[in-house]
Nanobody
Framework: QVQLVESGGGLVQAGGSLRLSCAAS????????MGWFRQAPGKEREFVAV????????YYADSVKGRFTISRDNAENTVYLQMNSLKPEDTAVYYC???????????????WGQGTQVTVSS
């Protein structure tokens, strides 16, 4: 199994920045793609960004493109989500996930973190 532990969420004003981190442990020798998803109250979980195991390929949702950056440090088994120019509509619980293939649907991922709350005030 793979265990994912997230950190870095919090309260920030609109226009501000946050960096989320997700540390992986367990069966980390597999070449997992790592994705970030978010879920606001009463809404479906939605795709945010994904990065391949090598870091050579990334894909972003249109709603965050140009504002968010996903990266990973395989030596530290950690994936990051740098969030800039935050908007109130970015408010959600953010989850990191590991999967065997790069994808944009939650069902394509096998392991999930506990989630970290991001709140953007206006």
């Amino acid at each position: 199994q793979v265990q994912l532990v997230e950190s870095g969420g919090g309260l920030v004003q609109a226009g501000g920045s946050l960096r989320l981190s997700c540390a992986a442990s367990g069966r980390t020798f597999n070449r997992y793609a790592m994705g970030w998803f978010r879920q606001a109250p009463g809404k479906e979980r939605e795709f945010v960004a994904v990065i391949s195991w090598s870091g050579g390929a990334t894909y972003y949702a249109d709603s965050v493109k140009g504002r968010f950056t996903i990266s990973r440090d395989n030596a530290e088994n950690t994936v990051y989500l740098q969030m800039n120019s935050l908007k109130p509509e970015d408010t959600a619980v953010y989850y990191c996930a590991a999967g065997l293939q790069i994808g944009v649907r939650p069902g394509q991922y096998h392991y999930w973190g506990q989630g970290t709350q991001v709140t953007v005030s206006s």
